[in-house]
């Protein structure tokens, strides 16, 4: 046998049968090649909370439509990638909630992300530090870590200006001032995409350290030279194969060329790019800012800008633009009504009057199930992007929560996480946090991001991290 058809075969068994039907191929390069993957935190606001399958029932998780036959049908055949959580309570919401002008909806949203009680009460908005000195987790992330990438942290959401009272319009805080997520989808692309180009590396001031670099630029070198040495074998057997195998093996040319533009760049400071191979500045059609909200406003528009601000977020995640991120669904005791799902009572009165009768109760959850299936669309889209023998979902937890519920309840939390925390979380089950305080939680949530702290917002109230691995 001549040793030009050995070669063709050996190559053809390396890159098996079907590898010829697919691109891009060679993954294993990539991981060769790349450092750890990076973890990524993003937290979603689901607005004021889920209603009763039995509406005479006690708010109860268990009772509830937070599952998989109801609200979280969007996430049902990727069940094995969440936890939700029961029988978690959240007191500091409690707590807030009495302060002299706040009430459920307020509490909520100030101690929902930050398990923080340490607030002033009785000032007016705008007036100065009103929330004392609270941080939420995605800012204590944001402080430790922001300097790897382009973007500390990205702060996004859709029509969260419709309630008449501004203390229900924010949950985001840094050291006790309300950061306003961005509802804007060009001014948004604009910010994260100039020109429309690529991300250039980060231009952060982290210290690196000289090894670690040193011995990623060997990773990446070695990467390069694996490609460069898999591109001449499949030349070589190019020029000896027939007709239809040629125009296969130019595929496989094309997917090394993009692996290779896909290896990790150095960045000036800020260590390695992890841009993902399907990076690139998304259509947001010719998208118009929200209309500053009024009592009653007809929010037709969300249909559009809620899916094109959490591609945009995807998409900064993606491109590693950014690996914190949070989005905002609407305000808590939101005005806005929802003619496109043919719904002309407002978001706030529903939220409170679900449990009147079964024709508001269905209203509420068309709305609910709405928000949750665009926020498991962006959650599939991570479960669906390649990295190294898993998916950027893999290397994310994707924290899923609301403010409150029922008549300004915080007794039992509603949340979920998605993703495996780069193997930190171990999901695919319902998980009973027995009476314990929401701050565990979020303390399990920034130490598996590395953040080595040992209590979260108010101390009073922290046991130490729930076991979700």
Known sequence: MSRSLIKRRSLLQQLGAAAFLATPVFRSAIVEAQAKAPLRYVAVHLPSGVSML??????????????????????????????????????????VSSYTELEGHGGGMRTMFTG???????????????????????QLLANAFGSNTKFGSLQLGAITMTNGNPEGERCIF??????????????????????????????????????????????HDAGKSRLDQLKAEIMAVKAIAGTDEQSKLDLHLTSLRELEN???????????????VTCAPPNIGNQ????????????????????????????????DLTRIATFQWLSTGDNSIFPFLNINQTHHGLEHSWPGDDQTKAMYDRIQTW?????????????????????VLDNTVVFVASEMWGGH??????????????GAINPGRTLDAQGRAHNDLLLSL????????????DPKYVTGPLNLG
């Open 409 to 422: 309840e915080h007794d039992e939390f509603i949340a979920l996480v998605a993703g495996k925390a780069g």
């Open 54 to 95: 039995n509406r005479n029932s006690d708010l109860s998780v268990k009772g509830s439509s937070w599952d998989y036959d109801h609200y979280l049908g969007g996430l049902k055949d990727i069940q094995s990638d969440v936890i939700i959580f029961n029988n978690l309570g959240m007191p500091t919401g409690n707590v």
């Open 288 to 319: 118009a800012a929200p209309i500053v909200g009024v009592e009653g406003n007809p929010v037709d528009y969300i249909q559009e800008l809620g899916p094109v601000m959490l591609e945009l977020m995807y998409q900064a995640i993606n491109c």
């Open 446 to 457: 920034v130490n598996m991001m590395g953040l080595n702290v040992t209590a979260v917002g």
């Open 116 to 138: 923080d009680t340490n607030q002033r009460s009785g000032q007016v908005p705008g007036a100065g530090s009103q929330y004392g000195t609270i941080s939420s987790i995605d």
């Open 371 to 391: 928000l949750m299936l665009q926020t498991s669309t962006f959650i599939k889209r991570l479960k669906s992007t390649p990295e190294g023998n898993g998916s």
């Open 262 to 276: 896909s290896l990790p760049q150095i960045g000036a400071g800020g260590g390695p790019i992890f841009q993902g």
């Open 174 to 219: 840094n050291n006790g001032t309300a950061i306003e997520p961005v509802e804007d989808p060009k001014a948004t692309f604009a910010r994260l995409f100039p020109g429309a180009t690529t991300p250039a590396a980060s231009s952060g001031t982290m210290n690196v350290d000289p090894k670690a670099t040193a011995e990623l630029i060997a990773l």
